[in-house]
Each structure stands twice: as structure tokens, then as C-alpha cells.
């Protein structure tokens, strides 16, 4: 029988190291492509990498090395109208989540991604995923409030910045739908090592496609790279090993205890971002509109699980197994 002093120390460890990761992951990417450090900015050409990476990473451990294993019943009919919408989306949010980086700060790009469970829940409910009441409308409304405020308050707003952002969190809403469909109707289960193996190569042809008519004759412009292989290969090895953070996380311990970490890594990043880069500068208004924005979200998580745990104890071993396939997606900017 395990220690429960050692299972303990084990979780603690496994959350610090998400959040680590999460949060270290977020500036790195933020670092290489800033002009004023790495100078590389190409996010297209970048996101592009982290998916040949976790392509390759994975079939080595799944079809060569044979040291894990991917789940049988994948068809053509579920890659088609299910995996490759999801990598579509992931694709799309990566992509202009990592180019609002060039535009905005860390802190407030943070910030504006406390919108994300508004444009989930509107999305689900046009889908008929979710239903409409009059809580989740006020929690709804708090989000966007406290999002608002915080972006009243920023000092240095650029709105293309704020564009690609905002799109980039459409693009992860409509993958969250589309993981939830696909959890609920395909009824085909998969550990997060099959779903990257599944969706990273679809996820790299979606952002190879654009980056040819995008950022390929940039980049041949500009000569050699000012990229060393060495940083390069090591900020791949941190998305996935973030990656693999999450599914140890949500394994020792439960999805909903993934999306309380977020909360608190999402803070670490806000706070840290105003230490480590010149381009962030908080102020109280946006603080206070972000926390206002948080606790929105504390809400809505609440709502969500007490809502199922009351309806159906089975429906809420169903939302968490569908939380689990949607948080065991690679979270490169997250």
C-alpha cells in the first residue's frame, strides 16, 4: 500500500512542475520570438517545429521504441470528422497565440485568455452542448467584465496584438467543442501520448500550409538564422515535456485539480512577466480587472461541477474523463 505522505509529496511535485513548465514554457516562446532577445519572428515557423517535434517524439515511443502504446479503433471516418478539426483548431489557436506575442505583452495576453470558458460556454450552447440560465449568463458577464477593465487598464494596448489573441482563443474554444463531441459521441478513448501522436501531425500540415505562403520567403530573405539548434531543440523538449507534466497531473490527481493550478500559474505568469520583460507594465486597474475575471472563472468551474455531481454522479465522472481528454491536448502557449 503506498505512503500517503509519499503520494502527497508526489502530487505537490507534479503541480509545481506543471505550473513550472506551463509558466517557463510561456516565456521561452515569448523570449525567442521578442525582437528585443532571440529575434526569431517567425511564430508560424516556430509552432511549426513544436509539432514535427512531438510528431516525431512520439512515433519513436509508440512505433519504434515501443515503450508505450496507442489505443486500437481509430478509423478514417473518426480521423476525418473528428481529429482533424481538433488539429485544425489547434493549429489556429497556437499559431495566433504565439504571433499576439510579438505585438502585446505576456501579462496581458494572459489576461485577455480569462475569456476563454465565455467563448466555450457561447459556443456550446450554439452547438447545444450547454444550456443557458440566468448564473452562467452573470458569470459570464463577470468574465467579460473583469477582462475588460483589465484591458481599460493596460498601458501599452496594441489591437493587432489583441486580434490575433482573441482569435487564438476562438480557435481553443472550438477545440474544446470539438474534443468534447468527440469524446462524447465517438465513445473512442485515448491517453494524451495517442492524442499528440494523432493530432500532431495533422496540427503541423495545417501550420505548414500557411507558412509557405506566409513566413517561408521571410525567413529566405533573412538570410541564416539567428537561432541556435541547441536553444532550439530545448524549447521543443519543454512543450513536450509540459505536455507530459499534464498527464501526470490529471493521472495523481483530478482534471478539475489541473484547472485550479492554471488559475494560480496563470497569476505566476502575470506577476513574473512584469519582472522579466520591459514591455509589461501593470497597473492597479489591471490587476483588479483580472481578478475579477478570475474569480469569474473559480465560478465557473464550480458551477460546472456541482451542476453534473448533482444531475448524475455518472455524468460527472463523464465531464471529468472529457476534461481530461480536452486539458491532455499539448498546451505549447498556454
Known sequence: MADPKNEGFLTYAYLLLYIALSSGQIFFNKWVLSSKEINFPYPL?????HMIFSSVVCFLLTKVLKVLKVEQ?????????????????????????????????????????????????????AVGLEVMSCKMLFIMSM?????????YGEININWIGVVYQMGGVVGEALRLIFMEIFVKRKGLKLNPISVMYYVSPCSALCLFLPWIFLERSKMEDHGPWNFPPVLLILNCLCTFALNLSVFLVITHTS????????????????LLSAALFADTKLTTINLFGY?????????????????ETSRDPSAASELVESTQK?????????
Open 291 to 307: 481578478g475579477i475575471a478570475i474569480a469569474g472563472v473559480a465560478a465557473y468551474n464550480n458551477f460546472k461541477l456541482k451542476k
Open 255 to 270: 482534471a478539475l485539480t489541473i484547472r485550479v493550478a492554471g488559475v494560480v500559474k496563470d497569476w505566476v505568469v502575470v
Open 45 to 49: 515557423a516556430l509552432t511549426l517545429l
Open 143 to 151: 468574465i467579460s467584465f473583469g477582462v475588460l477593465v483589465a484591458s
Open 73 to 125: 479503433g481509430m478509423t478514417p471516418e473518426i480521423y476525418a470528422t473528428s481529429v482533424v478539426p481538433i488539429g485544425a483548431m489547434f493549429a489556429m489557436t497556437l499559431w495566433l497565440g504565439n504571433t499576439a506575442y510579438l505585438y502585446i505583452s505576456v501579462a496581458f495576453a494572459q489576461m485577455l485568455k480569462a475569456i476563454m470558458p465565455v467563448a466555450v460556454f457561447v459556443l456550446g450552447v
Open 326 to 334: 480536452q486539458e491532455s491536448q499539448p498546451l505549447v502557449n498556454r
